[in-house]
C-alpha cells in the first residue's frame, strides 16, 4: 500500500488556469506538508497542516491555497497560475516533527 | 540565522571507494539533523537521523557540534548509491526543516 500518494503525477497547463494537486497519506500521520522543488532541486516547504490545524505557512503568492478536509487529506489548489509555478510538488506525512514519508513528486508545467 | 550548507553540488567516485557527503549547519541551539535521499525518478525519503545513530544501507552520519557537521560517511560506494543527497535540520520548530540545497552524488562503476 502507498503510504503517501498524490494526484497527478504529471501536470501540464496554460498560464492563467487553476488546478488542484491532491494528497492522501494511509499512515495515520497527524502532520502533512507541501513542499516545491525547483529546476536546480532546491526544496522549500510551503505549508504544513497538523491535524487539520495550518501550522505553517511560507511566503508563497496567495494564489496557494491548502486545503486539508480531515487529517489524512491536503490539497494543493493554484490559481491564475503562472510560468514560474512550474515545478514539482512534493506532498509528505509524519507523525511527530521531521517529514518521514513523501509522495511520489507531482510535476507541473505551466506552459 | 539558521542554515545549512552543502558545499559539493555534485561528487563523483568510482565503485567501491569510500565516499563523504558533507553537510555544515549554523545554528545556536541543539538541532536535530537528517540525511535524505532522492534516487532517479523515486520519492524523496528519509535516509537517516542523528537521534537513531543508525546505518541505513551502509550510511552513517555523525553530529559533530564543534565542527557544526554532520556528514554522511560509506567506506564502499556501491552503484545504487547514485542519488541526489539532502541534508536537513530542525531546529526551533519540529515541523519547519532547513534544507540544504543538495548533493548529486554520481557512483561511477
Known amino acids: 500500500d502507498t503510504a503517501v500518494s498524490q494526484t497527478p503525477k504529471y501536470l501540464v497547463t496554460q498560464m492563467g488556469n487553476d488546478k488542484s494537486i491532491k494528497c492522501e497519506q494511509n499512515l495515520g500521520h497527524d502532520t502533512m506538508y507541501w513542499y516545491k522543488q525547483d529546476s536546480k532541486k532546491f526544496l522549500k516547504i510551503m505549508f504544513s497542516y497538523n491535524n487539520k490545524e495550518l501550522i505553517i505557512n511560507e511566503t508563497v503568492p496567495n494564489r496557494f491555497s491548502p486545503k486539508s478536509p480531515d487529517k489524512a487529506h491536503l490539497n494543493l489548489h493554484i490559481n491564475s497560475l503562472e510560468l514560474g509555478d512550474s515545478a514539482v510538488y512534493f506532498c509528505?506525512?509524519?507523525?511527530?516533527?521531521?517529514?518521514?514519508?513523501f509522495g511520489q513528486g507531482t510535476r507541473l508545467t505551466v506552459v | 540565522a539558521q542554515r545549512v550548507t552543502q558545499p559539493e553540488k555534485l561528487l563523483s567516485v568510482f565503485k567501491g571507494a569510500p565516499v563523504e557527503l558533507k553537510c555544515n549547519y549554523s545554528?545556536?541551539?541543539?538541532?536535530?539533523l537528517f540525511w535524505y535521499v532522492q534516487y532517479s525518478r523515486q520519492r524523496l525519503q528519509l535516509l537517516l537521523r542523528h537521534i537513531s545513530r543508525e546505518s541505513i544501507k551502509g550510511f552513517t552520519a555523525d553530529l559533530n557540534k564543534g565542527e557544526t557537521s554532520f556528514h554522511l560517511k560509506k567506506p564502499f560506494a556501491q552503484e545504487e548509491d547514485s542519488a541526489m543527497y539532502y541534508c536537513a535540520l530542525s531546529g526551533d520548530s519540529n515541523y519547519q526543516l532547513i534544507w540544504g540545497a543538495g548533493t548529486k552524488l554520481i557512483i561511477k562503476p
Open positions: 545554528y545556536s541551539g541543539s538541532p536535530e
Open positions: 509528505a506525512s509524519s507523525q511527530t516533527g521531521a517529514p518521514a514519508f
